[in-house]
């Protein structure tokens, strides 16, 4: 169905411009192609250009328009985000500016053109947010600045949003942020990082008198800028939460989807996680190779070989509030659960004040009911997302806002070849079918690394960062943080 068209020129071509509600339709744009960077050669030898596919064949869509605008100049204005390649899945995306000349005399028309195509293409979400961006320039490969500068910052400029820019200049200091910015100053809190600067900012929002109001009035946008890309990973996929440009549509187009919250509490300080927490051989293949970061996630891969090849274990003492612990049940439900995990509660701004635990304090026994576990373990590995990195779908049934966390546990005694399996397994997330893999999901727990050899240095992660490695507790806060998503839930992991 048109619901709008207009003709338009581009030079002497006469270009067609109609508009469906759904997409808009570009024809006679023959020059439109973005042109190859740099000549190609083969031994010196110049080659041909490649071919480059008219990025104007199919309409685009209203997700991918980013603006369209009629000036006084009388030229039409329209910045896209246009799939390369819009057959396959998680495509990159490239930016697209375009300008046509209109007839004076089609003025009016124009103006009421663009203005029926920006009223669909931001109708459930506001225009030209106004965006607070947080860049880390020291985390991953330090590549954060040029990131933003190069690919994220024209995205936002297309989109007229409001940008106001901040590098963090140590560790800690997103804490210092959030735990003072304006909420009411912005539409989204944006880093351009790794997942240690959103750890951060979660934790500085909640150690605010209005916690609670503050975390979900100012949500999180996402921008991979890091080593570590979990959570833009888990909403988008492997490739487009990768993607810089792609998930800065996100936080243009994204509405806020409510996300679980873990407190953390040691016998001295209480924190929150969005991630993971991690205690043996995954835990030291995190840890005991940061010295090796500047290899991305291969590290992690070289850190678990050394320690599956050394028959490493862990002991330790813990206990479970356990929901579900049947795998094959929990895999039939997911199907169901995932389906409507964009179903989510109205996200309620006004509930101010801080976050209370509900279980018993680490000094208090744990409650009647809970499953005590006191065993050897090469793999305790809890997340609130399923992927942790590029190839590693840890746990594929974990659900953004379903007040529970997915615990993995290997115990001792599984052969070199059975943990090999796991591991070679867990880029698809079919890890989880294994024997030697038990899949629980839980409401809180509590655990005491236990140091029988003392040659032997404990390790715990949490968020990938290292912990103290000694007793803590963690309780799950349902739908407690917010933030930008297209689809309102994390991406299917059906295996």
Request: aromatic share 8%.
């Amino acid at each position: 169905m048109v619901v709008a068209s207009l003709s338009a020129k581009k030079g002497h071509q006469v270009v067609q411009l109609t508009y469906d509600g759904e997409g808009l339709r570009i024809e006679g744009d023959v020059t439109a192609a973005k042109r190859p960077k740099a000549p190609r050669t083969c031994f010196c030898i110049p080659l041909p250009p490649p071919k480059v596919s008219n990025p104007l064949l199919l309409p685009i869509q209203n997700l991918n328009l980013l603006n369209v605008e009629y000036g006084s100049t009388n030229m039409l204005r329209i910045s896209a985000l246009i799939p390369d390649k819009p057959a396959e899945d998680e495509s990159p995306v490239t930016l697209y500016n375009l300008v046509y000349s209109i007839d004076p005399q089609d003025a009016e028309k124009a103006t009421k053109f663009s203005s029926d195509i920006m009223s669909q293409v931001y109708k459930d979400v506001s225009q030209g947010k106004r965006l607070k961006v947080l860049i880390n320039p020291f985390g991953g490969q330090g590549k954060a600045k040029s990131i933003f500068e190069t690919q994220v910052k024209p995205v936002f400029e297309a989109a007229k949003c409001i940008v106001d820019v901040q590098f963090t200049e140590r560790q800690g200091h997103g804490f210092d942020i959030a735990k003072e910015i304006d909420i009411n100053a912005f539409d989204s809190i944006v880093t351009v990082s790794g997942d240690g600067v959103i750890h951060e900012i979660i934790n500085g929002f909640l150690e605010r008198p209005d916690a609670r109001e503050a975390i979900r009035k100012l949500p999180l946008g996402v921008i991979p800028g890091g080593t570590g890309n979990a959570l833009s990973i888990s909403l988008l996929g492997e490739k487009s939460g990768f993607d810089p440009q792609y998930t800065a549509l996100q936080v243009i187009k994204g509405k806020p989807m409510a996300f679980d919250l873990c407190s953390v509490t040691y016998d001295d300080r209480r924190y929150f996680s969005f991630l993971s927490q991690n205690y043996g051989i995954t835990a030291y293949a995190d840890l005991a190779t940061e010295h090796m970061r500047w290899m991305g996630d291969t590290r992690t891969i070289i850190g678990l070989l050394q320690q599956i090849f050394g028959r490493k274990s862990y002991s330790m003492e813990a206990a479970f509030d356990i929901v579900k612990s049947d795998k094959t049940t929990i895999a039939e439900d997911y199907p169901v659960e995932y389906d409507r995990s964009d179903q989510q509660e109205a996200i309620d701004n006004t509930r101010g004040g801080q976050v209370v635990d509900s279980i018993p304090p680490l000094s208090e026994p744990v409650p009647k009911g809970w499953t005590v576990v006191n065993d050897d373990i090469s793999v305790f590995l809890t997340s609130k997302v399923p992927w942790l990195a590029r190839g590693m779908l840890t746990h594929p049934y974990c659900m953004p806002n379903d007040g529970l966390i997915d615990l993995m546990l290997v115990k001792k005694g599984a052969s070199i070849g059975e943990q090999l399996g796991v591991f070679d397994a867990v880029d698809k997330g079919t890890h989880v079918k294994s024997k030697i893999v038990d899949y629980y999901k839980v409401k809180a727990f509590r655990l005491t690394p236990v140091t029988k050899d003392p040659k032997q240095k404990n390790y715990v992660a949490i968020d990938g960062e290292h912990a103290p490695a000694k007793p803590f507790q963690v309780e799950v806060h349902r739908s407690l943080g917010a933030v930008l998503s297209l689809d309102g839930r994390y991406r299917s992991t059906t295996i």
